[in-house]
């Protein structure tokens, strides 16, 4: 199975700053990756798929590149409801598998 | 609206059984693959099961191979997980997923149903 690495774990920033979360594949998903968002006691919720579509109703301050292995999710100055905890997923065999999770924490 | 709403879920000892169901509403069930996926308490998503839109082709993670089976009944947009053999590792918040592509992303999440297993 494809084992996908998301780095950092906990990622510490302010309201306003930049945040870049980094997922790398055991070996290559073309684009067929996926980010999600997870709040505490919530489902989680697409943000981008394929590398760098934006879902539906996402705010452009989040954006997604990468291609082959390595996979970064942007997120522009970064608003309250933003800190959470991040998962990548990669659709390009079965089994779909997940990253770990990059928690983002308020500093 | 996609709806998807879980239901099944409780307490049962090591080596029960468990059938979770998923009643899914505003979209056209029999187009889409469908996934169960899990999260243990304090951890990360892990994938379960996967069914394609008609039925004919089922996957499943290698920790429920053997174990868990997955169906689906189209005329009653229903998603199922049949759940035996239960053990600890088993305990999550299992999630009904609506999938876009084979294999596929999920673009709409149900709200999850905890399953504890537990003497």
């Known amino acids: 199975e494809i084992v996908l690495t998301q780095s950092p774990d906990t990622l510490s920033l302010s309201p306003g700053e930049s945040a870049t979360l980094s997922c790398r594949a055991s070996q290559t998903v073309s684009r067929f990756l996926a980010w999600y968002q997870q709040k505490p006691g919530q489902a989680p919720r697409l943000l981008v798929y394929d590398a760098s579509n934006r879902a539906t109703g996402i705010p452009d301050r989040f954006s997604g590149s990468g291609s082959g292995t390595d996979f970064s999710l942007t997120i522009s100055s970064l608003e309250p409801e933003d800190f959470a905890v991040y998962y990548c997923q990669q659709r390009s065999v079965w089994p779909l598998t997940f990253g770990q999770g990059t928690r983002l924490e308020i500093k | 609206e996609v709806q998807l709403l879980e239901s099944g879920g409780g307490l049962v000892q090591p080596g029960g059984s468990l059938r979770l169901s998923c009643a899914a509403s505003g979209f056209t069930f029999s187009s889409y693959t469908m996934s169960w996926v899990r999260q243990a308490p304090g951890k990360g998503l892990e994938w379960v099961s996967g069914?394609?839109?008609?039925?004919?082709?089922?996957y499943y993670a290698d920790s429920v191979k053997g174990r868990f089976t997955i169906s689906r009944d189209n005329p009653k947009n229903t998603l199922y997980l049949q759940m035996n053999d239960l053990r600890a590792e088993d305990t999550a918040v299992y999630y009904c997923?609506?999938?876009?592509?084979?294999?596929?992303?999920?673009?709409?999440w149900g709200q999850g149903t905890l399953v504890t297993v537990s003497s």
């Open positions: 997923a609506k999938g876009y592509g084979l294999p596929h992303f999920v673009d709409h």
């Open positions: 069914i394609s839109g008609s039925g004919g082709s089922r």
